[in-house]
């Protein structure tokens, strides 16, 4: 179907992740990203999500390019090369299921890729697909973390994996100490009001605070750092998917090449493209701030 890696857990109540979500949000961790706290029940309970739940499927998808940005590019964050993940995956997670019910019989499952109330890191974990970094990120012992998640909850029990994998990490630090905003704390906790990927994508309003001013790197569109400097990445192998492959404007695009984007010329290109999210408005206003 195009996965790279495949899990399979019991679709059960997740009370340990229920308590550490709800320790970070009562932090304000989340920012103003609101939607983190909407629908807690169906975060932590599958069966909320689909009843008769049994099984939860855990896939991952390889989306680390062979192809680099110019040096002089203002960066964007690897996951936003080509075509949105969610139309890929989810097409994908349809036909898969479709497959499954064609060779076992009425499955009645659901689908979810990053946009509903799913803690997919959580399922991965579970399903011994890797494990989590101090960066907060899932690694995987044989690629690294440069992965979408995604999730395909059924109705049917399966046989699970139910093994978790060891923590590889060690003493490294590197991903903290390279974080620009300081937003990695101890205990693989990120403070998701600090990191750049939050000021750049989801925060709405037109001004970034002042005080992040020279913290972000150049970073336009989302940050990669904790992910760049990790050991295990070194083990990242160009993906294989079609649909992601690099549009030409982001490798290629100069700051100045960004400024003179008009908003029509920005729908048209990136119509399919995760930078969507952020607005044109959006990355008007990252690059002011990156000058």
């Known amino acids: 179907m195009g996965f790279d890696y495949c899990g399979i857990a019991k679709a059960e109540l ?29 975060r932590i309970d599958p069966t909320k999500l689909l009843p ?40 994908q997670l ?15 499952g659901r689908g979810f890729v990053d946009s509903a109330p799913v803690l997919e ?42 093994a978790y994998a060891k923590d590889f990490c060690g003493s490294c630090t590197k991903c903290i100490d390279a974080c620009p905003t300081e937003a990695i704390l101890p205990n693989k906790v990120v403070d998701g009001s600090k990191c750049i990927s939050y000021f750049t994508i989801e925060l709405k309003e037109q001004l970034i605070p002042g005080n992040m001013h020279g913290k972000f790197d150049d970073w336009m569109f989302g940050c990669d750092t904790c992910q760049d400097v990790c050991p ?27 400024e003179m984007l008009t908003e029509e010329s920005f729908k048209k290109i990136f119509r399919h493209s995760p930078i969507k999210r952020t607005k044109y408005a959006g990355i008007r206003r990252n690059l002011r701030f990156l000058e």
């Open 14 to 42: 997740l009370s340990d992740d229920a308590r550490r979500l709800e320790s970070w949000l009562a932090k304000g961790m989340n920012g103003t990203m609101d939607y983190m706290a909407n629908h807690f029940d169906l």
């Open 52 to 91: 008769g739940a049994k099984s939860v499927i855990t896939l991952l998808k390889n989306y680390y390019p062979s192809e680099k940005q110019t040096m002089d590019s203002p960066k964007i964050s690897k996951y936003a090369y080509g075509k949105d993940y969610h139309e890929v995956i989810r097409k």
């Open 94 to 108: 349809k036909v898969f299921l479709q497959d499954i019910n064609q060779q076992i019989g009425a499955v009645e």
């Open 121 to 162: 890191r959580s399922w991965a974990i579970k399903s011994g697909l890797g494990w989590v970094g101090k960066n907060g990120n899932l690694i995987n012992k044989q690629q690294g973390s440069f992965f979408f998640i995604a999730t395909l909850i059924v109705d049917i029990e399966l046989n699970y994996d139910d």
């Open 232 to 258: 295990w990445n070194r083990f990242s192998k160009p993906h294989t998917e079609e649909a992601f492959t690099p549009l030409n404007e982001v490798l290629t695009y100069k700051a100045s090449d960004w």
